[in-house]
């Protein structure tokens, strides 16, 4: 009685109260965020939920060494609205750097790799030799520029690609523990930006760590079922190393770590050679190269082409649209030619 008599004399004040108490969070815009390539903007959708809006410079199936930006593109990141962007980092999208020096951007940059035990190449003669003699020019320029202080960054911004310079790998999200350390520093950044909705991203980010373990666990399951003689496949660029270091297998790459880089008569006869010799079972082709050369390969040493994979950009349709599904598709490809 009390009750319903207090609702009847008072429902404009009940009401009041209760927009007041839930409009800042209800009716706050999402963050406006940029990433540089696909399988990052699956990561934040993912952790950010409907409080982000994510737009990725390269979009899904496209080189994420290299980009053509367009002048929207520039646009975003220079609104004022877009807060965030995050990037790779570890030299895949350097990229970046040019433009953030000609949008202004005003936001915070997140390096969504930070804290990766990071993969060096020290057998950068190798690629070399596996016709990769672009980063070999790059490292001289290099020197011979002098930068002081940010070195790095200056001289990225020389170059329209952003081709790694072979002394990092920058493919870490290919083994599914420095995915979980990708999503931990990107459940930071949102909460950085966004305090209000802390529990949301760090709940989601929870989720999204345990579905990652689980899913690396399937695959050291699904490998270990392989033959050791067996675990060794052939991809296009050099993609996979983390993979490899992380699940047991030997991958070799005629392209080296370079997107653009074509190989040398002498580079392919030498992966045929090591093929035949190795007998490796499968070639695989990547959603991010043409493949002819893989064709040529497989025809070449009788090896099969064992299908597609998804390296550095997420499919546009299908299984591999977001990042666990880019896994799970990487996994069962592999396994099922190489088995
Ligand atoms: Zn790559």
């Known amino acids: 009685m009390k009750l319903q008599a207090y609702l009847k004399g008072a429902p404009a004040i009940v009401l009041a109260g209760l927009l007041v108490g839930s409009l800042p969070v209800q009716a706050k815009a999402p963050i406006e965020v940029v990433t540089s390539f696909s399988i990052l903007a699956d990561m934040v959708k993912t952790v950010g939920a409907d409080q982000v809006n994510v737009v990725s410079l390269v979009p899904a199936d496209g080189n994420s060494h290299e980009v053509e930006l367009t002048p929207r593109d520039i646009k975003k990141v220079a609104s004022p609205d877009t807060r965030l962007l995050f990037v790779n980092g570890l030299g895949l999208d350097s990229w970046t750097d040019r433009l953030l020096s000609s949008s202004g951007f005003k936001g915070t940059v997140i390096v969504a790799s930070d804290g990766v035990k990071v993969r060096k190449l020290d057998e950068a003669s190798a690629h070399d030799e596996h016709g990769h003699p672009v980063a070999d020019k790059d490292a001289h320029d290099h020197a011979d520029h002098g930068h002081e202080g940010h070195e790095e960054q200056a001289h990225e911004e020389e170059h ?100 653009s880089a074509e190989p040398s008569a002498k580079a392919i006869s030498a992966v045929v050679r090591q093929i035949k010799e190795q007998q490796i079972p499968a070639v695989f082709l990547e959603n991010v190269k043409n493949n002819k050369l893989q064709d040529q390969i497989a025809r070449e040493t009788g090896a099969k082409v064992g299908g597609m994979l998804y390296s550095d950009a997420l499919a546009t349709t299908g299984e591999a649209t977001s990042y666990l599904g880019m896994m799970r598709h990487n996994i069962r490809v592999i396994t099922e030619a190489i088995k």
């Open 160 to 259: 329209d690609h952003g081709h790694n310079h072979g002394e990092f790998d920058p493919h870490a999200w290919q083994d599914l523990a420095n995915g979980q350390i990708y999503v931990r520093n990107i459940a930071r950044a949102l909460s950085q930006a966004d305090p209000a909705n802390t529990a949301l991203y760090e709940g989601n980010a929870r989720d999204y760590i345990q579905q990652m373990q689980a899913l690396d666990g399937q695959v050291r399951k699904a490998m270990s079922d392989i033959p050791a003689q067996r675990r060794k496949i052939v991809t296009t660029h050099d993609a996979f190393g983390y993979f490899a270091d992380a699940y047991g297998l030997e991958v070799i790459a005629p392209l080296g770590i370079s997107t």
